[in-house]
Nanobody
């Protein structure tokens, strides 16, 4: 069983930055693929970014590439999402997720555990 707790969301002006954190329980965090997804009102939950167990491989949705950076600290069982140059269309609930198996990093079905989400609102 893995528990994920996100933090760091909030209200920010367009062009601003936020850093999300996701703290994970469990001894095998360092072996998991970790991902961030987001869901805007009335829309499907979509992939944002993912990072492999070592942190050497990262993956991004085209919509956030060059603006968002995913990273992890296995010693702290924490994954981060640094979000810069935020846009109103980035407004959503952001979810952290973990995957034990090697599946497609951008598919929700690849992930076993999910956090409760943290709200990010970007004002224009």
């Amino acid at each position: 069983q893995v528990q994920l707790v996100e933090s760091g969301g909030g209200l920010v002006q367009a062009g601003g930055s936020l850093r999300l954190s996701c703290a994970a329980s469990g001894r095998t965090f360092s072996t998991y693929l970790m991902g961030w997804f987001r869901q805007a009102p009335g829309k499907e939950r979509e992939f944002v970014a993912a990072i492999n167990w070592s942190g050497r491989s990262t993956y991004y949705a085209d919509s956030v590439k060059g603006r968002f950076t995913i990273s992890r600290d296995n010693a702290k069982n924490t994954v981060y999402l640094q979000m810069n140059s935020l846009k109103p269309e980035d407004t959503a609930v952001y979810y952290c997720a973990s995957s034990r198996a090697s599946g497609s990093y951008n598919l929700r079905s690849s992930y076993d555990y999910w956090g409760q989400g943290t709200q990010v609102t970007v004002a224009s």
